[in-house]
Every structure is written in structure tokens, then in C-alpha cells.
């Protein structure tokens, strides 16, 4: 404990203390270095975050390496302030190669800008998306079909990046794929990673479109090593699912312009005083949840799941 007491009692009454104080300020080039670090430390996160911090950072580290070598005339402080400087210098050059390494086309910007980063994806995160379909867009020209009911194999997931995308069952009129929608969430949502489905709705493109398709068994191989991408695209097609779910029930209505609720496809009735209950003679299956509803009157289309 005397050791320790004795250690302390150096540290601290070593030096002695200021007994007057300069009357003149540093020069301008260490108040320079001294703003630089206050605003430096203002940065963000992310890439554009680090570039911002390193660059004032580093900057501040020559300002005083220059204040310690003309003013101060100290090479320990201009050593530190140096290596310091150098250290920033470094950080900014990798992390200027890591932006320009996951540079990506203007379209693949856009969807990134669009959808993924509200999300709060990085872009690194991203880079591994892209990757997985091949970094290419697929051009379809008008009327022309994207998936045949009854014929087109399910083994990829799209998401419509431009154009728009009419889907019907047994030439009916279902609903339309707008941009930044899956165009076969549905049938992904149907199908577990061994199984094998075709398609049972029709895709036909009503404008020329432009979208993204990744293959399943590579998608799933992505999902197997990055488990936060599999949560990321199970909340897109659920959420996407949902919307083409609530779009169809605008088109239903049951009756006397009562509108059918598909959160209970099996259990809705309308209690009318002079008519009876109406229930829907369809079950709940497993399969597309793109499905036509049986015994409703004046309805268009209907999706159960």
C-alpha cells in the first residue's frame, strides 16, 4: 500500500503546479486544429460517416503537428500528433475503397434508396443482395408473360423494379404488380425449401418492365450464412403479401355493398334482417394464396392462405 501511496503521490506532486498562467493565446493554427476536432467528433455512422470523421480528424492531427513543430518546438507532441495524423490518413483511404468497392448501377442505387436503406441496411449488407442475383437487371417486353398458370416452375423470387405486371387466373382479372413489389411472393410463401410448385396464376407484363429475380436454391444458400438476411426478406414478402391480400379485399364485397373481410374467410357471416348469413363454401388449402372465392356475389378475386 506504500508503494501504491508513494506512486500516486509522484504521479500527482511530481510537477509543480501553474503558478502563472500566459497572458497571450496559442497561435491560430492550434485553435484551427482544436475547431476541426470539435466538428470532426460531429460525424455520423456508416461509411459516409467514417469519411467525414477521418478526414476532420486527421486534418486536426496536422494542424497540431504543425502548431507542435513551429510554436511548441516539441518533438514528442509533433511525434503524436503525426502518427496520429497518419493514422487517420490510412483510415480514410480503406474506407474510400470500401465505398467505390460497392458501387452499384443507377438502378440498383435506386431500389437500394428505396427500399432497402429506409430499412436501415447497410451497404455492405446490400453488396451481398445484389451479389446473389448476378448483379443484373432482366428486361420484359409488353405482353409478354413472366410465369403461365399451370405451367411456369417456381424456382426464383422477383421483385419488380419499373413497369407493371397484370395477374389473372383462368383469364380473370386478379390484380396488378406494382415497382418495388415481389411479383411471386405468394409462391415463395407457399412452398418450403424442398419443395417443387408451378405456378397458378398468370404474369403478364402490361408496360415494358425491368426486374430483379434471384434463383431459390442460391437465395436459400444466402439465407443459410446470413440468417439477418433471411429476416430481412421474410418481413418484404410478408409485408408484401399483405398489401396484395388488403388490395384484392377492395374488389370483394359480399351482398348488399357489405365488404368481405379476408381475416376470417371461414367464419364471416352478415347479419341482415331479412337476409340469412352468408358464409363462403371455399376451405382454407395450402398452395398459392392467389385463389378465386366460392359463393360470394359481385366479387372480382380473392386470395386466401
Same mark, same amino acid.
Given at each position: 500500500?506504500?508503494?501504491?501511496?508513494? /506512486?500516486?503521490?509522484?504521479?500527482?506532486?511530481?510537477?509543480?503546479?501553474?503558478?502563472?498562467?500566459?497572458?497571450?493565446?496559442?497561435?491560430?493554427?492550434?485553435?484551427?486544429?482544436?475547431?476541426?476536432?470539435?466538428?470532426?467528433?460531429?460525424?455520423?455512422?456508416?461509411?459516409?460517416?467514417?469519411?467525414?470523421?477521418?478526414?476532420?480528424?486527421?486534418?486536426? /492531427?496536422?494542424?497540431?503537428?504543425?502548431?507542435?513543430?513551429?510554436?511548441?518546438?516539441?518533438?514528442?507532441?509533433?511525434?503524436?500528433?503525426?502518427?496520429?495524423?497518419?493514422?487517420?490518413?490510412?483510415? /480514410?483511404?480503406?474506407?474510400?475503397?470500401?465505398?467505390?468497392?460497392?458501387?452499384?448501377?443507377?438502378?440498383?442505387?435506386?431500389?437500394?434508396?428505396?427500399?432497402?436503406?429506409?430499412?436501415?441496411?447497410?451497404?455492405?449488407?446490400?453488396?451481398?443482395?445484389?451479389?446473389?442475383?448476378?448483379?443484373?437487371?432482366?428486361?420484359?417486353?409488353?405482353?409478354?408473360?413472366?410465369?403461365?398458370?399451370?405451367?411456369?416452375?417456381?424456382?426464383?423470387?422477383?421483385?419488380?423494379?419499373?413497369?407493371?405486371?397484370?395477374?389473372?387466373?383462368?383469364?380473370?382479372?386478379?390484380?396488378?404488380?406494382?415497382?418495388?413489389?415481389?411479383?411471386?411472393?405468394?409462391?415463395?410463401?407457399?412452398?418450403?425449401?424442398?419443395?417443387?410448385?408451378?405456378?397458378?396464376?398468370?404474369?403478364?407484363?402490361?408496360?415494358?418492365?425491368?426486374?430483379?429475380?434471384?434463383?431459390?436454391?442460391?437465395?436459400?444458400?444466402?439465407?443459410?450464412?446470413?440468417?439477418?438476411?433471411?429476416?430481412?426478406?421474410?418481413?418484404?414478402?410478408?409485408?408484401?403479401?399483405?398489401?396484395?391480400?388488403?388490395?384484392?379485399?377492395?374488389?370483394?364485397?359480399?351482398?348488399?355493398?357489405?365488404?368481405?373481410?379476408?381475416?376470417?374467410?371461414? /367464419?364471416?357471416?352478415?347479419?341482415?334482417?331479412?337476409?340469412?348469413?352468408?358464409?363462403?363454401?371455399?376451405?382454407?388449402?395450402?398452395?398459392?394464396?392467389?385463389?378465386?372465392?366460392?359463393?360470394?356475389?359481385?366479387?372480382?378475386?380473392?386470395?386466401?392462405?
Amino acid at each position: 500500500m506504500g508503494e501504491n501511496a508513494s /506512486f500516486w503521490e509522484s504521479l500527482i506532486y511530481a510537477h509543480p503546479t501553474c503558478t502563472t498562467w500566459k497572458q497571450e493565446a496559442e497561435g491560430s493554427i492550434y485553435h484551427l486544429a482544436s475547431i476541426l476536432f470539435v466538428v470532426g467528433f460531429m460525424g455520423g455512422s456508416g461509411f459516409f460517416g467514417l469519411l467525414y470523421v477521418f478526414s476532420l480528424l486527421g486534418l486536426g /492531427f496536422l494542424c497540431s503537428s504543425v502548431w507542435a513543430w513551429l510554436d511548441v518546438c516539441a518533438a514528442d507532441i509533433f511525434s503524436w500528433n503525426f502518427i496520429l495524423f497518419a493514422i487517420c490518413f490510412v483510415q /480514410f483511404i480503406y474506407v474510400t475503397y470500401q465505398v467505390r468497392s460497392v458501387s452499384f448501377d443507377r438502378e440498383f442505387q435506386e431500389l437500394y434508396s428505396a427500399l432497402f436503406q429506409p430499412l436501415g441496411i447497410s451497404l455492405t449488407v446490400y453488396r451481398k443482395i445484389v451479389l446473389c442475383c448476378d448483379a443484373e437487371v432482366v428486361t420484359l417486353e409488353k405482353e409478354h408473360c413472366y410465369a403461365m398458370q399451370g405451367k411456369t416452375p417456381i424456382d426464383k423470387l422477383s421483385l419488380l423494379v419499373s413497369g407493371r405486371i397484370r395477374v389473372t387466373v383462368d383469364g380473370e382479372f386478379l390484380h396488378y404488380i406494382f415497382p418495388l413489389q415481389f411479383l411471386d411472393s405468394p409462391e415463395w410463401d407457399s412452398l418450403r425449401p424442398t419443395e417443387e410448385g408451378i405456378f397458378q396464376v398468370t404474369l403478364t407484363a402490361e408496360t415494358d418492365c425491368r426486374y430483379v429475380a434471384w434463383r431459390r436454391k442460391k437465395l436459400y444458400l444466402l439465407f443459410a450464412k446470413h440468417r439477418f438476411i433471411s429476416r430481412l426478406f421474410s418481413i418484404l414478402i410478408g409485408s408484401d403479401i399483405a398489401e396484395k391480400l388488403y388490395a384484392l379485399n377492395d374488389r370483394v364485397h359480399v351482398g348488399q355493398g357489405f365488404r368481405y373481410d379476408i381475416r376470417l374467410p371461414n /367464419f364471416y357471416h352478415v347479419s341482415l334482417l331479412e337476409t340469412p348469413p352468408v358464409r363462403p363454401s371455399h376451405h382454407l388449402q395450402r398452395g398459392s394464396p392467389r385463389r378465386k372465392p366460392t359463393g360470394v356475389t359481385n366479387c372480382g378475386s380473392f386470395i386466401t392462405q
